[in-house]
């Protein structure tokens, strides 16, 4: 007992052997091998002995080929990172035409100076590129992950956490994520007017008679731990093939006893009313074990014949405490739980509704699942709970449920899950688990405590909905500018802005806010398409800026004459551009906080600054001349911010909280 199977082979010897391949199919009892049949590595022994002859070597093991498959490197599917590179593209095809035109405008059209319409030129292309996008995700990213981290949750990839909060399906496997090692007491019954104290006494007896307790007679120890003061005289470890264990002892008072500790429809006659107690009992998910006390001798091979039934022992599989509140936030969240076990699908299902887990009674053994995906894809979203799944079944399953467009997680721990965690938009792995699954998974619970899996969701949510935010900021930017530029184009004039203007509209507007905003609390769902929605919102508005801006400008070319002229006009478009870009900025930031509030009114006051302190405005060449443009630059602004208002009422404000 406890020796591994390095390799796959055919068992050649076997004396009461049992093999524990949970971790290869999900069975949690152990199997009884005899000679003929097939071990696989990555099971060991639980019981008895034996001997086998390899067949399966190296490359060729079961083990090493799932570690072969599980090595295989794939990245997490993100519809931000994809969004972002999507919008990247879009960017170029825009930027490239628009640049070259711009260059052609202010180099050869135009009569400048050199210096002066290369820094237009400049200041025309470089607002095109949405340049603190990717870095500012990668951040929001980043700090998801260590918060994650102080909560024992390793994020293996950054996108998991963006991944997990997109799931509409996650399938769970009960041993190791719904319930823990070990079983419990929950009641024992006399039988035959036994005196329950008499019981508890020749329990303990027996729970320190073995010293290699499996898990039903450690839960005996654990609820009677004071070892019951007999001495033992002669012990029968129990055996899958016999169902039962036994000890024989001197009791206190000189007397001897035997008793067998075993399963009831082994111990017990067909017709004896304590199995019909018993179905009731396996139908709510409780195992049951029989005491019963022997007459004749302990190892005589009828030694279960006649024995006189003493109490019904009842089992209860250790429940995660935090499992039933985890299901219940992914069924507020409107994320399906599907169960998958290797276990009875019956016993899994009372497992399930004991958590409260809705459609806990929707049960299927999963060899009565169809082969074809679409079929198979169709039963698995009508129930909720499935036994004796094998580890391709898993696979198959998570492929089915994604061919339905489906976004799935699955957790697990046992090397029978490394395909399946593999093939899943998210794996999740337990931290006790084996190592080829937490190699594979995106997310490891260091913990084990399923209960963290809502916080990742959270985070994920957090930098989903920030990122929306940011990403509609900088790409109000990018259609403003190339806008202005286009416009600039058509109508043969100077471009209105140096870059260091677009510097500092951009630092006030969208570097600083976006920074703060990126990292925010964000309880917001997770909603698909970002690229559609982020440009639903940021081209009307870009749109709205640019036409604003270029308006101020043409109207102050008209007004201004002179020596200074130029710089008059410049200041005035900016003022027009920082105060509709404001009001952008206002609208993202809803629903308002203080902090929030002071975010930005501090930018406001910033602008402010700019404009009253001279060295400032001779360094940003900013200077409101007159009171005519500056407020017509205000008058058109306010007119802007009420048609952003408009535009965005139509679209939905579907970034409020």
Request: glycine share 8%.
């Amino acid at each position: 007992p406890g020796d591994k199977v390095v390799v796959d082979g055919t068992v050649a010897e076997a004396d009461s052997l049992e093999v524990d391949e949970s971790l290869l199919t999900g069975e949690a009892d152990p199997v009884i091998k005899r000679t003929g049949d097939a071990v696989m590595s990555g099971s060991f022994v639980v019981a008895g002995g034996g001997a086998f002859t390899a067949t399966k070597v190296g490359r060729e093991a079961y083990a090493a080929q799932l570690a072969e498959e599980a090595s295989r490197f794939t990245l997490v599917q993100s519809e931000l990172r994809s969004g972002i590179s999507t919008i990247l593209k879009y960017v170029t095809w825009m930027m490239v035409p628009t640049a070259f035109g711009l260059i052609i405008s202010q180099l050869v059209v135009k009569d400048n100076n050199f210096k002066d319409s290369v820094a237009r030129t400049v200041g025309g292309i470089v607002p095109m590129i949405p340049e603190g996008l990717v870095l500012l995700t990668s951040v929001a990213f980043a700090i998801g992950v260590i918060r994650l981290g102080r909560k024992q949750c390793l994020v293996q990839e950054l996108p998991a956490i963006e991944g997990l909060a997109r799931v509409d399906i996650v399938c769970l496997d009960k041993t190791g994520t719904l319930t823990e090692g070990g079983m419990d007491v929950t009641e024992v019954r006399p039988l035959n007017d036994m005196d329950e104290a008499y019981v508890h006494r020749v329990l303990a007896a027996l729970g320190s008679s073995d010293p290699r307790p499996n898990a039903s007679l450690q839960a005996i120890i654990d609820a009677h731990p004071d070892g019951g003061g007999w001495t033992a005289t002669r012990t029968m470890p129990f055996s899958s093939a016999r169902k039962y264990s036994g000890a024989s002892f001197t009791e206190d008072d000189g007397g001897t006893s035997a008793w067998l500790l075993g399963a009831p429809d082994v111990l017990l006659e067909a017709d004896d009313p304590a199995l019909t107690e018993t179905g009731h009992l396996n139908e709510q998910g409780l195992r049951v074990l029989l005491l019963a006390r022997v007459r004749g001798e302990l190892d005589a091979p009828d030694a279960a014949s006649g024995a006189t039934p003493a109490a019904l022992v009842v089992l209860e599989q250790r429940l995660r405490p935090d499992a039933g509140d985890t299901l219940a936030y992914f069924e507020d969240e409107h994320v399906d739980a599907k169960i998958i076990s290797g276990d009875n699908a019956v016993s899994v299902g009372a497992v399930a509704q004991k958590l409260g887990m809705p459609g806990a009674e929707h049960t299927l053994d999963a060899r009565k699942l169809p082969a074809e995906h679409d079929e198979m894809a169709s039963a698995i979203e009508r129930n909720a709970v499935f036994g004796r799944v094998t580890p391709q079944q898993k696979r198959d399953m998570v492929a089915a449920l994604q061919s339905r467009g489906h976004t799935v997680a699955m957790t697990g721990d046992g090397v029978n899950d490394v395909l399946a965690l593999k093939d899943a938009d998210i794996g999740v792995s337990m931290g006790s688990g084996s190592e080829a699954t937490r190699a594979v998974a995106q997310i490891v619970l260091l913990d084990n405590s399923f209960a963290t899996l809502p916080s990742v969701v959270a985070e994920g949510r957090r930098v989903i909905g920030n990122i929306t935010r940011v990403a509609t900021l900088f790409l109000t930017k990018t259609v403003y500018s190339v806008l202005l530029a286009v416009l600039v184009v058509c109508f043969q004039v100077e471009y209105p802005f140096l870059p260091r203007h677009l510097t500092l509209l951009s630092t006030l507007t969208i570097g600083v806010p976006a920074f703060f905003l990126a990292l925010a609390p964000n309880k917001e769902r997770a909603h698909p398409h970002f690229v559609r929605r982020v440009m639903r919102y940021s081209v009307p508005s870009g749109l709205i800026a640019g036409v604003a801006t270029f308006v101020t400008y043409l109207l102050a070319r008209h007004h201004y004459s002179g020596p200074g002229a130029l710089d008059a006009e410049t200041s005035a478009a900016t003022l027009t551009l920082f105060l509709v870009s404001m009001w952008v900025l206002a609208i993202i930031a809803r629903p308002y906080t203080w902090w929030r509030v002071a975010l930005v009114a501090s930018m406001g006051l910033c602008f402010l600054l700019v404009l009253a302190v001279p060295w400032l405005q001779h360094f940003f060449a900013l200077k409101l001349v007159g009171s005519v443009m500056p407020w017509t630059a205000v008058a058109i602004s306010v007119m802007a911010a009420a048609a952003l208002e408009v535009t965005w009422k139509l679209v939905g404000r579907r970034f409020r909280g």
